[in-house]
């Protein structure tokens, strides 16, 4: 039933994706976020609609009469810069053959980027967007949160199998930055009704995160939190829900649990934390002897030999900065971190400009939420090798999109002269 469900939905909607291709984006989000054909155990498993489903919004793209403007603001001219730097990374790969193969993966997240922020740049299309990515990855903190509470936090938390969130660590990683976007679905959602139940998924998405008994997820989830309060438009209301419910989940997880968040302060002593550190040290000096780095998927055995102070203990990055530095060399990190910085920097000049009038202070709310979610994103990568997932893209071209808003709103603004501070 799932297979004909997944099935009859998304070809149903692919005529009037040919007419209407911000639909398409909104499909695609869900087939890409839920990844709702990947619950199924028949055909839909791995039918590759959201590659249809990217066709469609193309073409429909190419037909469609609305204006296709890209508004090149400093973050989507670094992003450019780093695509063209990924490509010139992969030309140069150690391995050839699977740089190649992630390259194909990379570029599409991007084109997609590209024509969300091109489709998207309208309030109601980006409200939409936000509620297809929050209620998709929200689904498994719901999901994975009432799962953690039943077993008492016995077995850890994972996403949709074959999917780039399936892992304990990458779930933790996709809620944390889900999260802020509940958050302000929950203030700017008129029903009482939707506001208790976004506010049940959000705790439900804390629990979920500390159920995958990722360590990484929890230092991620606990930065997160804070710039949660800091930026959260009722502080005394949250500060207060945290310090009542906080403790009570804490004391609810298992003593393997409490052993294993342990090893934060210990990690000298445990073995999975200096493998980590091995591979850090590995992709440092690989950087520091090849100016385009290695390319995708350099984090092989052969590399080890040559750049690892243990040269038997291969690992993965597991940290989106030393994976950036690795396969894309100094460069490469000085775009990646240049890309959040600026982001993290435009988001707080919205969060200004916006609440100056009731027309755009759905803009600030918008900003602060994102500053949020990208702060944890940058929180947990540090542990985590989720450097090219599609959602922190997504949340770049949301900053873009609400600029390229704003703009237009001051713009066309009688009380006064055009105001582009950007």
Same mark, same amino acid.
Request: hydrophobic content about 55%; charged content about 15%.
């Given at each position: 039933?799932?297979?004909?469900?997944?099935?009859?939905?998304?070809?149903?909607?692919?005529?009037?994706?040919?007419?209407?291709?911000?639909?398409?984006?909104?499909?695609?989000?869900?087939?890409?976020?839920?990844?709702? !054909?990947?619950?199924?155990?028949?055909?839909?498993?791995?039918?590759?609609?959201?590659?249809?489903?990217?066709?469609?919004?193309?073409?429909?793209?190419?037909?469609?009469?609305?204006?296709?403007?890209?508004?090149?603001?400093?973050?989507?001219?670094?992003?450019?810069?780093?695509?063209?730097?990924?490509?010139?990374?992969?030309?140069?790969?150690?391995?050839?053959?699977?740089?190649?193969?992630?390259?194909?993966?990379?570029?599409?997240?991007?084109?997609?980027?590209?024509?969300?922020?091109?489709?998207?740049?309208?309030?109601?299309?980006?409200?939409?967007?936000?509620?297809?990515?929050?209620?998709?990855?929200?689904?498994?903190?719901?999901?994975?949160?009432?799962?953690?509470?039943?077993?008492?936090?016995?077995?850890?938390?994972?996403?949709?199998?074959?999917?780039?969130?399936?892992?304990?660590?990458?779930?933790?990683?996709?809620?944390?930055?889900?999260?802020?976007?509940?958050?302000?679905?929950?203030?700017?959602?008129?029903?009482?009704?939707?506001?208790?139940?976004?506010?049940?998924?959000?705790?439900?998405?804390?629990?979920?995160?500390?159920?995958?008994?990722?360590?990484?997820?929890?230092?991620?989830?606990?930065?997160?939190?804070?710039?949660?309060?800091?930026?959260?438009?009722?502080?005394?209301?949250?500060?207060?829900?945290?310090?009542?419910?906080?403790?009570?989940?804490?004391?609810?997880?298992?003593?393997?649990? !409490?052993?294993?968040?342990?090893?934060?302060?210990?990690?000298?002593?445990?073995?999975?934390?200096?493998?980590?550190?091995?591979?850090?040290?590995?992709?440092?000096?690989?950087?520091?002897?090849?100016?385009?780095?290695?390319?995708?998927?350099?984090?092989?055995?052969?590399?080890?030999?040559?750049?690892?102070?243990?040269?038997?203990?291969?690992?993965?990055? !597991?940290?989106?900065?030393?994976?950036?530095?690795?396969?894309?060399?100094?460069?490469?990190?000085?775009?990646?971190?240049?890309?959040?910085?600026?982001?993290?920097?435009?988001?707080?000049?919205?969060?200004?400009?916006?609440?100056?009038?009731?027309?755009?202070?759905?803009?600030?709310?918008?900003?602060?939420?994102?500053?949020?979610?990208?702060?944890?994103?940058?929180?947990?990568?540090?542990?985590?090798?989720?450097?090219?997932?599609?959602?922190?893209?997504?949340?770049?071209?949301?900053?873009?999109?609400?600029?390229?808003?704003?703009?237009?709103?001051?713009?066309?603004?009688?009380?006064?002269?055009?105001?582009?501070?950007?």
């Amino acid at each position: 039933m799932r297979d004909i469900f997944v099935t009859l939905v998304v070809f149903g909607m692919l005529p009037f994706i040919l007419t209407r291709p911000h639909i398409g984006i909104l499909l695609w989000g869900w087939l890409g976020y839920m990844n709702p !054909h990947k619950l199924s155990w028949g055909f839909a498993h791995d039918f590759p609609f959201a590659q249809i489903t990217a066709i469609f919004i193309l073409i429909g793209l190419f037909l469609s009469k609305e204006p296709k403007n890209i508004p090149w603001t400093i973050e989507l001219r670094i992003l450019a810069l780093f695509i063209l730097w990924m490509f010139l990374t992969t030309v140069f790969a150690m391995d050839q053959k699977w740089a190649w193969i992630q390259w194909d993966k990379v570029w599409k997240i991007q084109l997609m980027t590209f024509v969300t922020i091109i489709l998207m740049q309208n309030k109601w299309r980006v409200q939409a967007m936000v509620w297809i990515i929050a209620l998709s990855i929200g689904f498994y903190g719901f999901k994975g949160g009432i799962f953690t509470i039943l077993t008492g936090g016995a077995y850890a938390v994972y996403g949709p199998s074959g999917t780039f969130i399936y892992g304990n660590n990458e779930i933790g990683l996709a809620l944390i930055m889900t999260m802020p976007l509940i958050r302000y679905l929950q203030l700017t959602t008129e029903s009482r009704f939707l506001r208790q139940g976004l506010l049940a998924t959000m705790w439900l998405c804390v629990i979920a995160v500390i159920g995958t008994q990722s360590r990484g997820a929890l230092v991620g989830i606990v930065v997160m939190g804070v710039f949660l309060v800091l930026k959260s438009r009722k502080k005394l209301l949250m500060v207060l829900l945290m310090i009542l419910l906080l403790p009570v989940i804490f004391n609810f997880m298992p003593e393997t649990w !409490h052993s294993r968040m342990s090893t934060i302060e210990t990690f000298e002593q445990d073995k999975s934390a200096m493998g980590r550190i091995n591979a850090w040290w590995m992709a440092f000096n690989l950087a520091k002897d090849n100016f385009f780095g290695g390319g995708f998927q350099c984090f092989t055995g052969k590399n080890f030999l040559v750049y690892a102070p243990d040269l038997l203990d291969a690992h993965d990055a !597991h940290s989106i900065y030393f994976e950036v530095l690795a396969e894309h060399g100094f460069i490469g990190l000085t775009l990646f971190l240049l890309l959040g910085v600026l982001t993290l920097f435009s988001a707080r000049r919205l969060i200004k400009e916006a609440k100056k009038t009731e027309e755009t202070m759905w803009i600030s709310d918008l900003a602060a939420m994102l500053q949020v979610s990208i702060m944890g994103y940058a929180a947990s990568g540090a542990f985590l090798g989720l450097a090219y997932f599609d959602l922190y893209y997504h949340l770049i071209a949301f900053v873009v999109i609400c600029k390229a808003i704003l703009i237009k709103q001051q713009e066309s603004s009688l009380r006064s002269p055009p105001q582009n501070s950007f």
